[in-house]
């Protein structure tokens, strides 16, 4: 079981990334899978989340109308389109999936982690 996540950069403020998370080794769908980020000093925060069960995505009272996750079934890879990006965005992003049939969609049950991948958004 794999995750990569990618698509991360230097960005300005104002600006856009898209991150992609592959997955390999398991099928995404199945599963609820999340992103998370972790800025300097700062512990880990949930981004969004991806329900399987509900098919619903809950986000973060701070990314909401400006980040929007997608899946990619056939590629079986998800996505955060982050648009309006701010400093306080700048943060290291990692995509994770819990695989047990009581997941509650936040970090304490990711049992499976990609490595992260840094956004930078200048001012």
């Known amino acids: 079981v794999q995750l990569q996540a990618s698509g991360g950069g230097l960005v300005q403020s104002g600006g856009s990334l898209r991150l992609s998370c592959a997955a390999s080794g398991f099928t995404l769908d199945y599963y609820d899978i999340g992103w998370f980020r972790q800025a300097p000093g700062k512990e880990l925060e949930g981004v969004a989340c991806f329900r399987s069960s509900h098919g619903t995505t809950g986000y973060a009272d701070s990314v909401k109308g400006r980040f929007t996750f997608s899946r990619n079934s056939t590629k079986n890879t998800v996505y955060l389109q982050m648009n309006s990006l701010r400093p306080e965005d700048t943060a290291i992003y990692y995509c994770?999936?819990?695989?047990?049939?009581?997941?509650?969609?936040?970090?304490?049950?990711?049992?499976?982690w990609g490595k992260g991948t840094q956004v930078t958004v200048s001012s």
């Open positions: 994770a999936t819990d695989t047990s049939p009581n997941s509650k969609c936040d970090r304490y049950g990711m049992d499976y």
